[in-house]
């Protein structure tokens, strides 16, 4: 069994393995960088640490993403690089049983099938599991870094 945190983008239910998450923040200020992705917003400072924050939306194409400041920035460890990705909103924690985690369909036509481990269905909703290993590959953790370390 494994457990994620359930959050939503664009009224879509996504989730990532709860071992990933450090904190789950309200939004923020954060600072721009400039001559970073358009993705990347900027950084904050959080409990005296500089975390990057990445929109999920921009990062998976979500076109029409919403932009109410009631956002939520949910704190990740992604092999060993704290980021925070900003997301609608938190809602939940979930139990699943591999079993209970479907393969992407090969005619999925959302976003990138490489961001996403599997697709969960539970409560009459879709929930779709990403893979953090894709969302940042590792070219992106080695400019987040140096982000980080400038």
Known sequence: ???YIV?????QSYA???QHVV???RQLKITPLPKTADFIKGIIQLRGETIPIIDLSERLSIKNASTDDDKQILIL???SVVVGFIVDTATDVLDLRQEEINPVPTLFN???KNFLQGIA???DDF???LDLHYIIDQNEKNALLQVIHD
Do not use: A, P, R
């Open 77 to 79: 460890n992604v092999d």
């Open 23 to 25: 904190s789950i923040e």
């Open 121 to 123: 269905y539970k409560e």
């Open 127 to 129: 929930i779709l599991l």
């Open 110 to 112: 959302g976003i990138d």
């Open 1 to 3: 069994m494994e457990k």
């Open 16 to 18: 990532v393995q709860v």
């Open 7 to 11: 959050f939503t983008l664009q009224d």
